[in-house]
């Protein structure tokens, strides 16, 4: 069988990696003759929505998944005709608008952040009146790693908020005093079997996910796998799915979802029995899950914008680095550091080494 993967950056090349070992092949679709998923897959080079390379990628792959949930509708629609396309596209539609994602949230009774739609300055004026502030306006498309969202703190915030998202449609969020940021990795396959990973404890910084612990065991599992489930099946879901959870004293806000394998997951190559990369190729394939038990205490440090030197990294005990080929940029994830350690001090003062290296949260 070969997979199609729509996106050809580290997340492709991370399930091609861990579904190679398992008798499959991949081609990516991807606008970048240098996509670094080209290590493990081949490439079909094009614009997500040119219909030539479309029809390239449905004439040599049996089914197709996407990396970013940023596919366009259309494109995903399109593929599904030729075909199977997972997740679905009409996930898509859920997981690419906030106020979709929200409202679905609200109809499942999956507890959320207080929020309304703002389409203009005066519409702004009237959710800060009923939500109160501090708030976040967040645009309703295209936003990803604190990109599209602006802060208010006070009336006089409210017009430079505005103009600073670019006056599009957007969602005003009821900020939230949260003690922690979760999020549940899950995976559910073509026959509805649903396995999930233990909940993953998150730690930002500008926006952008820093640290990452397993947390298996954690109280507050049950209700993050309930909440999960009642998404899973509703959107009869096929993949890897993210889900991220604000946790206030005992109570779950949803934040959004990710309709793919997710950063807060990368712990699981290392940590896991079954990592999330070859579940989802499992999923998709229509296979029988793996065993999402955690392995020891395990974290994921992201590498942000620069690099340090493969021998930094391997010096380090129980480290265990992913260099995803990509030059170094400003904001720009360019590699990650698994960790698995026998003790949860020596997982954090792994951490705490890996925080000192270039690109980390430390640097």
């Not at 290392?270 to 955690?294: D, I």
């Amino acid at each position: 069988m070969k997979i199609g993967v729509l996106g050809g950056g580290q997340l492709a090349r991370m399930i091609a990696l861990a579904g190679v070992p398992l008798g499959y092949s991949f081609v990516v679709l991807d606008p970048s003759s240098d996509a670094c998923a080209t290590e493990a897959a081949d490439l079909i080079q094009g614009a997500y929505d040119d219909t030539a390379a479309l029809d390239k990628l449905a004439a040599v792959a049996d089914v197709i998944t996407y990396e970013f949930e940023n596919v366009p509708q259309a494109s995903a629609r399109y593929l599904a005709t030729k075909r199977p396309v997972y997740p679905a596209a009409d996930v898509l539609h859920v997981a690419q608008d906030r106020l979709n994602e929200k409202t679905l949230f609200t109809q499942l009774g999956i507890q959320t952040p207080p929020y309304a739609a703002v389409n203009s300055l005066i519409e702004l004026q009237d959710a800060v009146n009923s939500i109160g502030l501090p708030a976040v306006l967040k645009t309703r498309t295209q936003g990803y790693d604190g990109k599209g969202q602006a802060v208010i703190k006070t009336q006089a915030e409210m017009a430079n908020a505005w103009a600073s998202i670019g006056e599009v449609p957007a969602i005003l969020e009821g900020f939230i005093a949260f003690d922690r940021e979760i999020s549940m990795i899950a995976v559910r396959n073509t026959a509805g079997e649903i396995r999930y990973y233990p909940v993953s404890e998150n730690q930002h910084a500008d926006g952008i996910l820093r640290v990452a612990r397993a947390k298996p065991g954690d109280a507050i599992t049950p209700i993050a796998q309930r909440y999960t489930h009642k998404l899973l099946e509703h959107l009869d879901y096929v993949g890897v799915i993210a889900v991220e959870y604000f946790q206030r004293g005992e109570q779950l806000l949803a934040n959004e979802f990710a309709p793919r394998v997710h950063n807060s997951g990368h712990w699981t190559i290392e940590g896991a029995e079954c990592s999330q990369f070859e579940n989802h190729v499992r999923a998709v394939a229509n296979q029988p899950l793996g065993n999402t038990a955690a392995l020891g205490h395990a974290a994921m440090v992201n590498l942000i914008g620069d690099l340090p030197s493969q021998a930094e990294v391997m010096t380090i005990a129980d480290t265990h680095p992913h260099f995803y080929g990509k030059a170094p940029r400003p904001g720009r994830k360019v590699a990650h550091v698994g960790i698995r350690s026998q003790s949860a001090q020596a997982l954090e003062a792994t951490i705490a080494q890996v925080n000192k290296l270039k690109g980390a949260t430390g640097a």
